[in-house]
């Protein structure tokens, strides 16, 4: 069984930063693609930012955080990190982290979604 579990989320002052991680284990194979997704109150769940390595490493955001959030992984941890830096109020949301992960060679990839953390960002 495969499980995402997320950390590093909490209240921080605009201006601020926080770093998320987000650890997949169990039975896996390989995971291409690893993503931050929020939510906010009200708002549909929205991409922030993913990254894919496979040979080369690609990564995109969302334009609302682009030159704020940085997305990187540790392949041999697999895990993935958001670092983001002057946070806004706006930022304030359910942050949850998906990958699309192969179990097994002969398997094509299935998505996972991990539980959330949440982060609010205080004006």
């Known amino acids: 069984q495969v499980q995402l579990v997320e950390s590093g989320g909490g209240l921080v002052q605009a201006g601020g930063s926080l770093r998320l991680s987000c650890a997949a284990s169990?039975?896996?194979?390989?995971?291409?693609?690893m993503g931050w997704y929020r939510q906010a109150p009200g708002k549909q769940r929205e991409l922030v930012a993913s990254i894919t390595s496979g040979g080369t490493t690609n990564s995109t955001y969302a334009d609302s955080v682009k030159g704020r959030f940085t997305i990187s992984r540790d392949n041999a941890k697999n895990t993935v990190y958001l670092q983001m830096n002057s946070l806004k109020p706006e930022d304030t949301a359910v942050y949850y982290c998906?990958?699309?992960?192969?179990?097994?060679?002969?398997?094509?990839?299935?998505?996972?979604w991990g539980q959330g953390t949440q982060v609010t960002v205080s004006s």
């Open positions: 169990g039975r896996i194979f390989s995971i291409n693609y």
């Open positions: 998906n990958a699309q992960i192969r179990l097994f060679p002969s398997w094509g990839p299935a998505g996972y």
